[in-house]
């Protein structure tokens, strides 16, 4: 039995209601547009927020190395001495760490933060640096313990 058909009923069956192409492609192209306005702006974003992670980072490795130095009257030798605050070296009979919460961190850009003492820019202490977005030594992009500007004038 064929259920009670009107015209109003054929005309609803007949008729479907959906998108058109040109829609689609109209709302493609606003979202590109969109794409094209907003990731530029957060993509400047992403790094300014690597740079102020590292200048963060490097803040905290310097009150620890300056508690390490108050406990032990010295701050920790070599190129490895940031492994000193996690781990008691030989020579630190007043060691109080760990310094640090949990293992040596590296950037944000995954590089090893180099730690020199004594330092070669701050004679009476260490010199501490991210090599940067470029990931490599010197240039304007590195992130240090110490006045960059005043080494280019």
Known sequence: MKPYSTPSNRRRRGTRSAFTLIELLLVLVILGILA???????SGRTEQARVTAARSQIATFSTALDAFEIDNGF???GKNGLNDLVQQPRDAQNWKGPYMKNEIP???WGQAYIYDFPGKRNANSYD??????????GGE???????QANERQ
């Open 36 to 42: 094209a306005i907003v990731v530029p702006k957060f």
């Open 141 to 147: 992009d590195d992130i240090t313990n110490w006045n």
């Open 106 to 108: 590296l950037d944000p």
């Open 75 to 77: 701050y920790p030798k």
């Open 128 to 137: 501490l640096l991210s090599m940067g977005p470029d990931g490599r030594l």
